[in-house]
């Protein structure tokens, strides 16, 4: 910062000792000192916000360069997906006629289009599937561990189980 000797500050101070006196000299030490303090932090906290800041423009710049790699490699996947795509509907349609006339009687299955109906029953019936697989607690577990899987209310139940009058009734224990 200042290249201040020892000569120079021992100069300032006998200056400053004839010209505030003996008795204000302590006071407005201790005060240069706290505003020396203070200027030592701002300088402090501006070192590391300019560093910060330098920290800062590096990762964007890094960011955009992994953005840049990363845009570049998708549009080359997607390029070579559609000279891929490409190549394919030119082989399936630029054959020559004894060739899809052959392929049309050895395998329809290929030129026709799929039912509706056909496709929404198997969506219902996988949809079905799926939710018996991946919902409710397993049969298994129920029965070992003793799930009611129907439960009747507690007037149901008492009409179900009651004894008819008369019958069966025991004598009693004494």
């Not at 039912?115 to 949809?127: E, T, V």
Request: positive net charge; glycine residues 8%; without cysteine.
């Amino acid at each position: 910062m200042i290249d201040i000797g020892l000569t120079k500050l021992a100069l300032i101070g006998v200056v400053a000792l004839v010209v505030i006196g003996p008795e204000r000299l302590p006071k407005v030490a201790r005060m240069a000192g706290t505003l020396f303090g203070r200027a030592q932090r701002y300088i402090n906290d501006v070192k590391s916000e300019v560093s910060r800041e330098m920290e800062l423009d590096e990762l964007r710049k890094m960011h955009k360069d992994v953005q840049d790699a990363a845009s570049d490699v998708s549009n080359s996947i997607h390029q070579s997906m559609s000279d891929t795509e490409a190549s394919i509907n030119d082989a399936w349609n630029g054959g020559d006629d004894s060739s899809v006339s052959d392929s049309s009687s050895a395998g329809s299955s290929w030129t026709r289009t799929p039912d509706p109906s056909l496709h929404a029953i198997k969506a219902k019936a996988f949809r079905r599937k799926k939710l018996s697989r991946t919902t409710g607690v397993p049969a298994w577990y129920k029965h070992q561990s003793g799930h009611k899987t129907r439960v009747i209310s507690a007037s149901a139940r008492v009409a179900k189980y009651r004894r008819p009058v008369g019958v069966g009734k025991s004598a009693g224990f004494f």
